[in-house]
Nanobody, 122 residues
């Protein structure tokens, strides 16, 4: 199917920045949406940013103005630039990619990355 590899998490002080990356590989025909989710301990997974194939990304209210999602469609990659990080941003961040892949015809795929930990200290 389609595999995703994430990178870029880590430990940062409040006010700092991190950049997450997610690259998709496999017999990809086309990618529609590339999204970022996060899940904090004891909380449900929430959508952070959604990047369509073309057009502007949309964001959760809690990160609007601080996070920026971007795509490199030629490389099947999506990025999340996070600035002014706060302790409440601490979570495991996941990328989610949906589109079509080639396998005896075109089939839908909906793949998740392995997750990357972001920890923000106060």
């Amino acid at each position: 199917q389609v595999q995703l590899v994430e990178s870029g998490g880590g430990l940062v002080q409040a006010g700092g920045s991190l950049r997450l990356s997610c690259t998709a590989s496999g017999r990809i025909f086309t990618i529609n949406t590339m999204d970022w989710y996060r899940q904090a301990p004891g909380k449900q997974r929430e959508l952070v940013a959604s990047s369509p194939y073309s057009g502007r990304a949309t964001y959760a209210d809690s990160v609007e103005g601080r996070f920026t999602a971007s795509r490199d469609n030629a490389k099947n990659a999506v990025f999340l630039q996070m600035q002014d990080l706060q302790p409440e941003d601490t979570a495991v961040y996941y990328c989610n990619v949906r589109g079509l892949y080639s396998n005896a015809g075109l089939r839908d795929f909906d793949s998740w990355g392995q997750g990357t930990q972001v920890t923000v200290s106060s």
